[in-house]
């Protein structure tokens, strides 16, 4: 039934538990494909060059440490694992890639690092659960 998870991280400590979750979900249901999802958001063209170059670097940087420590949280599983950076709004990005990917399950931390807080859940967390395509599992 949940052949393809989705887990979608932010670096946050929920994120990381949902990684635990998620991993042990896909071993227990023989998952097929396992992906890993770090969106980061736009960077505005109005900086201009250099300092484009240097905001860019350092998100990439900041994605690259914040998948690591997924894939750690993670550890070894029976099915591929896919890794993807997205630019974007996160809950944007994580709908478009579970359309795309055609994911069975969304699996994600109750609260990330956003700016704005949800009364129970992170505004990114409703969002996705408001419109996702497959069922969500949000970790607390």
Do not use: W
Request: proline share 4%; with cysteine; glycine share 8%.
């Amino acid at each position: 039934m949940f052949e393809k998870v989705l887990l979608a991280v932010d670096g946050s400590d929920h994120a990381l538990h949902a990684a635990g979750v998620a991993a042990d979900l896909a071993r227990t249901l023989n998952a097929t494909e396992f992906r890993i999802v770090v969106a980061y958001d736009f960077i505005p063209s109005y900086l201009g060059e250099p300092n484009m170059q240097f905001a860019i670097d350092a998100r990439m940087k900041a994605a690259k440490s914040i998948l690591e420590s997924a894939v750690d949280a993670v550890g070894k599983l029976p099915c591929e694992i896919h890794t993807e950076f997205i630019e974007g709004s996160a809950a944007e990005a994580i709908l478009e890639v579970a359309v795309t990917r055609e994911s069975n399950l969304i699996v994600m931390g109750s609260r990330g690092l956003g700016t704005l807080a949800g009364l129970v859940l992170g505004s990114t967390s409703q969002k996705v659960v408001a419109h996702a395509p497959c069922p969500v599992l949000i970790v607390r």
